[in-house]
């Protein structure tokens, strides 16, 4: 019997489809494995059968039986429990508490403690989760709050367990564990639905793949009858939609070289593990990987935003290791951020103060204490007219602008400074098609006027479009460069994903 | 010196009730999330209400149920800006201050021609000996010859350790004061849980502002609570967030002002001016707070407002 | 700091207007519910606030230390920080301002001069540790400045009493040299009690004008209240501002209470509770949209308020403490942004669209 039944799903926001008449089919007792990029709809459909979204069109049928799934508490009657990516829990309560918040089990008013442990503790036994009970969330591992979370969706009975990327954030040998539960939970007869890009997982537990590209559904596949080759072509797919005009790079000068660098993440997990890297003069060097790799902190340790715990950053032959922020932009880099209203911008300012965001205090914007309204404005006005950057004038808030035109904005800041090593990270997020063709043109001219600039994109399309080198990367090292002339989808999806010329890339 | 330091544990005791009392409160309303400047305006509100209803009804345990009610009352404008409408949390609580002090002041100099403070109280509530306890030597006449209202206190620092720590609705009220996504997930009306917060806050400062007027004092003007609101914020921090801690911190605090005013009995005054022990109790808030007399830590979605559905 | 740069945004003029008008019916309502004509008493306060020379000259001097209390506040809310101690940096600024008076001898003029700048000196120096504990510990500001206030308060006690004075509970009158009393001003207006303060505080909020919107510090100051992130990637020093900003602040707290000491009352007394003015600044600030020019303006709204409703109880025997009330409903309102709530609740569906947008571009 089929345990879900998604058929023709079709889901649009404002401007976008998000999933355009998906299937979705999952047999009861399978792990079933929903592939696809970032932005594919995965998360869409899930939020869907999960009560978060409404469909506009199809319908979901739940052990055969059509439903009309209007919020979670409505999938958690199903018998459909999620796992979020990102954890639902309560720091400083134990496990136990955070397990039963919200249908606690109660003798005379009072919160039954012991059943509840007694409770938590079976479950936990049954499914080999190895939790503490009495533990404090705080006090645990991540793969420990994780299943915590399994715990919290098994406690209310869930027959049908959604996995959000669940490897996301788990060290190897976690994962390996994770991998074991999985299996005891489909021995006791869950159905679990795995959301995931990673290929060797699928490959090493999942029984059938449905396969989503661009919101649009591509295929059902057994494992059994494929490989990680295919895969990955059907998950990354070429469908060209816009080409970029670009004459070969003529690499000149080494600009940046990065040594062995390590960073941490804002947790204090290692996210970059010994990075090596160096781009040229006139070459753009594509950053690939799957979200969550250390692309993040790479970027926000090379421009001082992050500290480097070991290794070297060299610009120009200099050290710029651990530099002020402010140096190292005035020493040569221009940074296209990749959150551009988090950091790229202060939206309240007018795109005309957000011109000088680093200049501000230097010559001729400022003489000693005093800002120079009209040198600033003169200034903004040639950027927003040699950049294009649609707005009604310069005084209007930053807030105010396009996505698309608050882009081009922080980009005129950042290349007109002339540096010579420029960081472009995510420069498309969010933008449409239109705008993304201008920013391509853009980075592309930069480089042939012999800038070295570094493209992180989550788009494997985009950075195959731009760079003149692709470099992989893989739990924060470089798993391997390709020629994006030469490489294949199945080369960069692998690589992706952990192997490297079909072995695994060790970490 | 036996009898001074009788003395000065009556005083103690007397002091703690009414920051006992508020800062319970302020443990509801912030353990939920919604951090209540506006306890000094509550408990202003509930010594007037206290000594009004007394002087009308001549019974003093009227005074205090109807402090609790028109506390409850006043804090439902800093609950609808505060989570409704989702205003900073500190101004709305400046607010309520404004409000509670002008309001009551307004209403004496209304009520009573003019006159900025209430006539006196002749019905207050007395003292309640507790036999037996009461004859032990030197903490019997400092303890167990206290208001009502002290014991009042005490009993519910155990029934707020109980409700927080023992029942569905203390642990979805922590939960919702540390992560209301991961409340609202698991089915908990966050919105619910931070009214009721509030509110309760409300009844037990006005309960607390009714300890200081128809108790230790005998009648409202401007200057009853003089600040006590405040201290009584402090009182929570110190206290860590816990009912317990709270007690201890109160203590703490009651004592400092036992030494402030009782000082000269036992000659401490002509060492350490009273001013300087007035102080005492704000410069060790900010020590604590700073990390240097034990980390306070309070509930992580303190001060945020919350959307339903938000990320 | 997300929840304050709202507060910076949420002020326009159209709704502090709203809101007056709502805090002065909220205040008209308290009126009829104790029996008193509304409009009798508002005519009353109006009036007295202008009707002579001499009240104008007396509002003006209620105007003053509320545009320099509105000032500090308003420009700790531009760099996202809750300045609630202005009422503490208030009380030392009265106190360093007294102690140079009464203690240094010094010619007229420059004494008036240095004790003012003792003043502004000691307000920064009370911003400092709170400022600090909050760049470098992340101490919220609002506790730690909550619990300044009151030190403030005992330790100026402690001073008039042990230091300045015998066991008494006032310093002695300062000296004609170090006064901000100006005859010709106060000649001008029926021998009223405005001083030269009032000079300090529209100074002060052409520097604040200045320094926020010329400077490069106000650059600074002015991008990290908005957006610390942006700020930092920007190259910014985001606890230096954070320091200079309350300490600026502090400043402005310590003026307003050089400038009341030195030319209202004329000697520091021992204190049971806070005058409120420090806190009076908040309402201000927020109802002036945390601007210069919004803050002289609610300034006035207030002073007028304050001076008029001391009158209107004389006069139509209304207890002042209704403009108390009418404060608070203002500050309600302000916050509560009842204006923009209402034009959202329209907007809702629209918000909600671009947030399923948001969240599957994550996807």
Same mark, same amino acid.
């Given at each position: 019997m089929d345990a879900v039944e998604m058929k023709g799903i079709t889901k649009r926001f404002p401007g976008i489809v998000a999933n355009d008449g998906v299937n979705l089919k999952v047999k009861q007792g399978e792990i079933h494995a929903l592939l696809g990029e970032n932005g594919a709809g995965k998360s869409t459909l899930m939020n869907i059968l999960f009560g978060l979204y409404q469909p506009d069109e199809g319908k979901i049928l739940i052990k055969g039986k059509e439903t009309e799934i209007t919020g979670p508490t409505v999938a958690g009657e199903l018998g459909i429990g999620m796992v979020h990516q990102h954890f639902m829990l309560v720091d400083p309560f134990t496990v136990t508490e955070n397990i039963i918040l919200g249908s606690e089990p109660t003798t005379n008013g009072m919160i039954n403690k012991?059943?509840?442990?007694?409770?938590?503790?079976?479950?936990?036994?049954?499914?080999?989760?190895?939790?503490?009970?009495?533990?404090? =969330?705080?006090? =645990?591992?991540?793969?420990?709050?994780?299943?915590?979370? =399994?715990?919290?969706? #098994?406690?209310?009975?869930?027959?049908?367990?959604?996995? +959000?990327?669940?490897?996301?954030?788990?060290?190897?040998? $976690?994962?390996?564990?994770? %991998?074991?539960?999985?299996?005891?939970?489909?021995?006791?007869?869950?159905?679990? =639905?795995? %959301?995931?890009?990673k290929l060797k997982e699928i490959m090493r537990i999942c029984d059938v793949v449905t396969i989503i590209r661009q919101g649009k559904f591509i295929g059902r596949v057994e494992v059994a009858d494929t490989d990680e080759n295919r895969l990955a072509s059907m998950m990354v797919g070429r469908d060209v939609s816009f080409t970029v005009d670009k004459k070969p790079a003529k690499p000149k000068d080494k600009i940046l070289s990065i040594r062995d660098i390590r960073v941490q993440d804002s947790r204090g997990v290692d996210a970059v593990r010994g990075l090596n890297m160096e781009i040229k003069a006139g070459e753009i060097v594509g950053l690939a990987g799957v979200d969550g790799n250390g692309q993040s902190e790479l970027i926000e340790a090379i421009t001082g935003l992050k500290k480097v715990q070991s290794g070297e950053v060299i610009l120009n032959g200099k050290k710029i290791t651990n530099l002020k922020p402010k140096t190292i932009t005035h020493s040569g880099v221009g940074h296209i951020p990749e959150d551009r209203h988090r950091r790229g911008l202060v939206l309240d300012f007018s795109i005309g103060e957000n011109m000088v965001l680093q200049t501000f205090d230097q010559k001729p914007f400022a003489k000693g204490w005093s800002l120079q309204y009209p040198a600033i404005h003169s200034y903004a006005k040639r950027l927003i007219e040699e950049f294009d950057v649609r707005t009604p004038d310069i005084h209007t808030p930053a807030r105010a602008l396009s996505g698309g035109n608050q882009q081009k904005g922080i980009i005129a800041r950042e290349v007109d400074r002339d540096p010579d090593f420029l960081i472009a990270a995510q420069p498309t997020r969010g933008l449409d098609v239109g705008a993304i063709e201008g920013i391509h043109r853009r980075l592309i001219e930069q480089r042939d006027k012999g800038k070295a600039i570094l493209l992180m994109s989550l788009e494997l399309e985009e950075i195959w479009q731009l760079s003149d080198h692709i470099a992989v990367i893989y739990e924060g090292k470089i798993a391997g460069w390709v020629d994006p002339a030469s490489t294949t989808e199945e080369e960069i999806g692998l690589l992706m994903a952990g192997y490297r010329a079909g072995t695994e890339v060790t970490s | 010196m036996i009898e001074s330091l009788t003395d000065i544990l009556a005083t103690t005791v007397l002091y703690m009730t009414?920051?006992?009392?508020?800062?319970?409160?302020?443990?509801?309303?912030?353990?939920?999330?919604?951090?209540?400047?506006?306890? $000094?305006?509550? !408990?202003?509100?509930?010594?007037?209400?206290?000594?009004?209803?007394?002087?009308?009804?001549?019974?003093?345990?009227?005074?205090?149920?109807?402090?609790?009610?028109?506390?409850? #009352?006043?804090?439902?404008?800093?609950?609808?800006?505060?989570?409704?409408?989702?205003?900073?949390?500190?101004?709305?609580?400046?607010?309520?201050?404004?409000?509670?002090?002008?309001?009551?002041? /307004?209403?004496?100099?209304?009520?009573?021609?003019?006159?900025?403070?209430?006539? +006196?109280?002749?019905?207050?509530?007395?003292?309640?000996?507790?036999?037996?306890?009461?004859?032990?030597?030197?903490?019997?006449?400092?303890?167990?010859?206290?208001?009502?209202?002290?014991? #009042?206190?005490?009993? &519910?620092?155990? &029934?707020?350790?109980?409700?927080?720590?023992?029942?569905?609705?203390? !642990?979805?009220?922590?939960?919702?004061?540390?992560?209301?996504?991961?409340?609202?997930? !698991?089915?908990?009306?966050? /919105?619910? !849980?931070?009214?009721?917060?509030?509110?309760?806050?409300?009844?037990?400062?006005?309960?607390?502002?009714?300890?200081?007027?128809?108790?230790?004092?005998?009648?409202?003007? $401007?200057?009853?609570?003089?600040?006590? *609101?405040? %201290?009584?914020?402090?009182?929570?921090?110190?206290?860590?967030?816990?009912?317990?801690?709270?007690?201890?911190?109160?203590?703490?605090?009651?004592?400092?002002?036992?030494?402030?005013?009782?000082?000269?009995? &036992?000659?401490?005054?002509?060492?350490?001016?009273?001013?300087?022990?007035?102080?005492?109790?704000?410069?060790?808030?900010i020590l604590a707070l700073a990390g240097f007399v034990g980390r306070a830590e309070a509930p992580a979605a303190i001060g945020k407002t919350y959307e339903t559905g938000g990320r | 700091m997300q929840v304050l740069s709202k507060i910076n945004k949420q002020s326009s003029f159209f709704a502090s207007l709203i809101s007056v008008i709502m805090g002065l019916l909220v205040g008209g309502v308290m009126m009829i519910l104790a029996g008193y004509n509304p409009i009798q008493a508002y005519i009353a306060l109006f009036q007295s606030a202008f009707l002579q020379p001499f009240d104008i000259g007396e509002t003006i001097r209620s105007i003053t230390p509320l545009i320099l209390t509105g000032l500090a506040v308003g420009l700790a809310f531009r760099t996202g920080l809750f300045n609630i101690g202005v009422e503490g940096q208030f009380i030392i600024g009265q106190l360093a301002a007294v102690i140079v008076a009464i203690k240094l001898d010094l010619p007229p003029v420059l004494h008036a001069i240095v004790a003012v700048i003792a003043g502004a000196l000691g307000g920064a120096l009370w911003a400092f540790l709170p400022g600090y504990l909050k760049a470098k510990r992340g101490v919220h500001e609002v506790i730690t400045t909550i619990m300044m206030n009151f030190i403030a308060l005992y330790l100026s006690n402690l001073a008039v009493t042990e230091w300045l004075t015998e066991g008494a509970d006032k310093t002695k009158n300062v000296p004609e040299s170090?006064?901000?009393?100006?005859?010709?001003?106060?000649?001008?207006?029926? *021998?009223?009690?405005?001083?030269?303060?009032?000079?300090?505080?529209?100074?002060?909020? &052409?520097?604040?004008?200045?320094?926020?919107?010329?400077?490069?510090?106000?650059?600074?100051?002015?991008?990290?209240?908005?957006?610390?992130?942006?700020?930092?990637?920007?190259?910014?020093?985001?606890?230096?501002?954070?320091?200079?900003?309350?300490?600026?602040?502090?400043?402005?707290?310590?003026?307003?209470?050089?400038?009341?000491?030195?030319?209202?009352?004329?000697?520091?007394?021992?204190?049971?509770?806070?005058?409120?003015?420090?806190?009076?600044? %908040?309402?201000?600030?927020?109802?002036?949209?945390?601007?210069?020019?919004?803050?002289v303006l609610s300034a006035s709204l207030f002073g007028i308020l304050t001076y008029g409703g001391s009158n209107m109880e004389f006069v139509a025997g209304v207890p002042r403490e209704v403009i108390r009330v009418v404060f608070a409903a203002i500050i309600f309102f302000v916050a509560a942004n009842i204006v923009r709530w209402a034009s959202q609740r329209r907007k809702k569906k629209k918000v909600k669209e671009s947030n399923e947008k948001a969240v599957k571009s994550g996807d």
């Amino acid at each position: 019997m089929d345990a879900v039944e998604m058929k023709g799903i079709t889901k649009r926001f404002p401007g976008i489809v998000a999933n355009d008449g998906v299937n979705l089919k999952v047999k009861q007792g399978e792990i079933h494995a929903l592939l696809g990029e970032n932005g594919a709809g995965k998360s869409t459909l899930m939020n869907i059968l999960f009560g978060l979204y409404q469909p506009d069109e199809g319908k979901i049928l739940i052990k055969g039986k059509e439903t009309e799934i209007t919020g979670p508490t409505v999938a958690g009657e199903l018998g459909i429990g999620m796992v979020h990516q990102h954890f639902m829990l309560v720091d400083p309560f134990t496990v136990t508490e955070n397990i039963i918040l919200g249908s606690e089990p109660t003798t005379n008013g009072m919160i039954n403690k012991r059943r509840a442990e007694k409770e938590v503790q079976a479950i936990s036994d049954r499914y080999g989760l190895k939790v503490d009970p009495r533990a404090k =969330i705080r006090d =645990i591992s991540v793969g420990m709050q994780q299943r915590v979370e =399994i715990l919290k969706t #098994l406690y209310r009975g869930a027959e049908i367990l959604i996995f +959000d990327e669940p490897t996301a954030v788990l060290a190897p040998q $976690e994962i390996d564990e994770l %991998i074991v539960i999985m299996e005891n939970l489909v021995k006791e007869g869950k159905t679990i =639905i795995f %959301i995931t890009h990673k290929l060797k997982e699928i490959m090493r537990i999942c029984d059938v793949v449905t396969i989503i590209r661009q919101g649009k559904f591509i295929g059902r596949v057994e494992v059994a009858d494929t490989d990680e080759n295919r895969l990955a072509s059907m998950m990354v797919g070429r469908d060209v939609s816009f080409t970029v005009d670009k004459k070969p790079a003529k690499p000149k000068d080494k600009i940046l070289s990065i040594r062995d660098i390590r960073v941490q993440d804002s947790r204090g997990v290692d996210a970059v593990r010994g990075l090596n890297m160096e781009i040229k003069a006139g070459e753009i060097v594509g950053l690939a990987g799957v979200d969550g790799n250390g692309q993040s902190e790479l970027i926000e340790a090379i421009t001082g935003l992050k500290k480097v715990q070991s290794g070297e950053v060299i610009l120009n032959g200099k050290k710029i290791t651990n530099l002020k922020p402010k140096t190292i932009t005035h020493s040569g880099v221009g940074h296209i951020p990749e959150d551009r209203h988090r950091r790229g911008l202060v939206l309240d300012f007018s795109i005309g103060e957000n011109m000088v965001l680093q200049t501000f205090d230097q010559k001729p914007f400022a003489k000693g204490w005093s800002l120079q309204y009209p040198a600033i404005h003169s200034y903004a006005k040639r950027l927003i007219e040699e950049f294009d950057v649609r707005t009604p004038d310069i005084h209007t808030p930053a807030r105010a602008l396009s996505g698309g035109n608050q882009q081009k904005g922080i980009i005129a800041r950042e290349v007109d400074r002339d540096p010579d090593f420029l960081i472009a990270a995510q420069p498309t997020r969010g933008l449409d098609v239109g705008a993304i063709e201008g920013i391509h043109r853009r980075l592309i001219e930069q480089r042939d006027k012999g800038k070295a600039i570094l493209l992180m994109s989550l788009e494997l399309e985009e950075i195959w479009q731009l760079s003149d080198h692709i470099a992989v990367i893989y739990e924060g090292k470089i798993a391997g460069w390709v020629d994006p002339a030469s490489t294949t989808e199945e080369e960069i999806g692998l690589l992706m994903a952990g192997y490297r010329a079909g072995t695994e890339v060790t970490s | 010196m036996i009898e001074s330091l009788t003395d000065i544990l009556a005083t103690t005791v007397l002091y703690m009730t009414p920051l006992l009392l508020a800062a319970m409160g302020g443990l509801f309303s912030e353990r939920s999330g919604v951090v209540n400047i506006g306890l $000094e305006g509550l !408990m202003t509100i509930g010594a007037f209400t206290a000594v009004v209803t007394t002087l009308e009804t001549h019974n003093p345990w009227l005074g205090l149920v109807t402090a609790m009610l028109a506390g409850m #009352l006043f804090s439902i404008p800093h609950a609808i800006a505060s989570i409704t409408f989702k205003a900073d949390q500190v101004v709305s609580g400046v607010a309520l201050n404004f409000l509670a002090l002008g309001v009551a002041v /307004y209403l004496v100099k209304s009520l009573y021609k003019g006159s900025g403070q209430t006539p +006196d109280v002749q019905d207050v509530l007395q003292a309640m000996p507790i036999p037996g306890l009461e004859n032990i030597p030197v903490i019997g006449p400092a303890l167990f010859r206290a208001f009502p209202t002290t014991y #009042l206190a005490l009993i &519910i620092v155990f &029934i707020g350790y109980v409700v927080l720590y023992r029942t569905p609705f203390g !642990m979805r009220l922590r939960a919702v004061g540390e992560h209301p996504q991961a409340a609202e997930t !698991m089915g908990v009306n966050v /919105y619910r !849980m931070r009214y009721t917060g509030v509110l309760i806050s409300g009844a037990l400062a006005g309960l607390g502002g009714a300890s200081l007027s128809i108790a230790i004092g005998s009648q409202f003007s $401007e200057s009853t609570i003089a600040g006590q *609101g405040f %201290i009584a914020l402090a009182t929570l921090i110190f206290g860590k967030w816990h009912p317990f801690g709270v007690l201890g911190a109160s203590t703490f605090f009651g004592f400092a002002v036992a030494l402030a005013l009782k000082g000269q009995l &036992i000659g401490l005054t002509t060492y350490v001016p009273s001013e300087a022990l007035n102080m005492l109790p704000y410069i060790l808030t900010i020590l604590a707070l700073a990390g240097f007399v034990g980390r306070a830590e309070a509930p992580a979605a303190i001060g945020k407002t919350y959307e339903t559905g938000g990320r | 700091m997300q929840v304050l740069s709202k507060i910076n945004k949420q002020s326009s003029f159209f709704a502090s207007l709203i809101s007056v008008i709502m805090g002065l019916l909220v205040g008209g309502v308290m009126m009829i519910l104790a029996g008193y004509n509304p409009i009798q008493a508002y005519i009353a306060l109006f009036q007295s606030a202008f009707l002579q020379p001499f009240d104008i000259g007396e509002t003006i001097r209620s105007i003053t230390p509320l545009i320099l209390t509105g000032l500090a506040v308003g420009l700790a809310f531009r760099t996202g920080l809750f300045n609630i101690g202005v009422e503490g940096q208030f009380i030392i600024g009265q106190l360093a301002a007294v102690i140079v008076a009464i203690k240094l001898d010094l010619p007229p003029v420059l004494h008036a001069i240095v004790a003012v700048i003792a003043g502004a000196l000691g307000g920064a120096l009370w911003a400092f540790l709170p400022g600090y504990l909050k760049a470098k510990r992340g101490v919220h500001e609002v506790i730690t400045t909550i619990m300044m206030n009151f030190i403030a308060l005992y330790l100026s006690n402690l001073a008039v009493t042990e230091w300045l004075t015998e066991g008494a509970d006032k310093t002695k009158n300062v000296p004609e040299s170090a006064s901000l009393h100006w005859s010709f001003l106060s000649q001008m207006f029926d *021998g009223s009690s405005v001083h030269f303060g009032i000079f300090i505080a529209i100074v002060a909020a &052409i520097f604040m004008y200045y320094l926020l919107w010329k400077t490069t510090t106000g650059y600074q100051l002015r991008a990290v209240g908005f957006n610390p992130h942006a700020s930092e990637y920007a190259g910014m020093n985001v606890s230096r501002n954070i320091v200079l900003s309350m300490m600026i602040s502090g400043i402005f707290a310590g003026l307003a209470g050089a400038s009341e000491l030195l030319g209202t009352s004329g000697y520091q007394s021992i204190q049971a509770s806070y005058t409120g003015i420090g806190f009076d600044g %908040i309402a201000v600030s927020l109802l002036g949209g945390n601007t210069p020019f919004g803050i002289v303006l609610s300034a006035s709204l207030f002073g007028i308020l304050t001076y008029g409703g001391s009158n209107m109880e004389f006069v139509a025997g209304v207890p002042r403490e209704v403009i108390r009330v009418v404060f608070a409903a203002i500050i309600f309102f302000v916050a509560a942004n009842i204006v923009r709530w209402a034009s959202q609740r329209r907007k809702k569906k629209k918000v909600k669209e671009s947030n399923e947008k948001a969240v599957k571009s994550g996807d």
